[in-house]
C-alpha cells in the first residue's frame, strides 16, 4: 500500500525559509508523479507545486518564484524547498502522488508569523 510522510513543517518569521520532505514507499513511485498541494483555514485545498510529464515545473502564482519542488528517485523523496515566506503561506502542506487515484500524506502544519 502506498505511504506518503511529511515532515519538515514548523514555525517560521516572515521572510525565512523551511524545506519539506516527502517520503513514499509501498509501490513502483516515481517522483515525478508527486506534488504538493496546501490548505489554510476557510480556504480550499490548492496546488502548490507539481512536476509535468515533461519533467518540468508548476508552480502557484502566488509561490513562483520563492518555492522550489525538486527529489531523488533513489530515495521516493520529493522536497519542497519554501523560501522567503508570508503570513499567507501559513497553511497544512500535503504531499500527492497522482498515478491512477490520488494518495495522500497526513500533511505538515506550516506557520509563518512574527
Known amino acids: 500500500q502506498v505511504q506518503l510522510v511529511e515532515s519538515g513543517g514548523g514555525l517560521v518569521q516572515p521572510g525565512g525559509s523551511l524545506r519539506l520532505s516527502c517520503a513514499a514507499s509501498?509501490?513502483?513511485?516515481?517522483?515525478?508523479?508527486m506534488g504538493w498541494y496546501r490548505q489554510a483555514p476557510g480556504n480550499q485545498r490548492e496546488l502548490v507545486a507539481t512536476?509535468?510529464?515533461?519533467?518540468?515545473?508548476n508552480y502557484a502564482d502566488s509561490v513562483k518564484g520563492r518555492f522550489t519542488i525538486s527529489g531523488d528517485n533513489a530515495k521516493s523523496t520529493v522536497y519542497l524547498q519554501m523560501n522567503s515566506l508570508k503570513p499567507e503561506d501559513t497553511a497544512v502542506y500535503y504531499c500527492?502522488?497522482?498515478?491512477?487515484?490520488?494518495?495522500w500524506g497526513q500533511g505538515t502544519q506550516v506557520t509563518v508569523s512574527s
Open positions: 500527492a502522488l497522482r498515478t491512477f487515484q490520488f494518495y
Open positions: 509501498g509501490g513502483r513511485i516515481s517522483i515525478y508523479d
Open positions: 512536476f509535468t510529464d515533461g519533467l518540468r515545473t
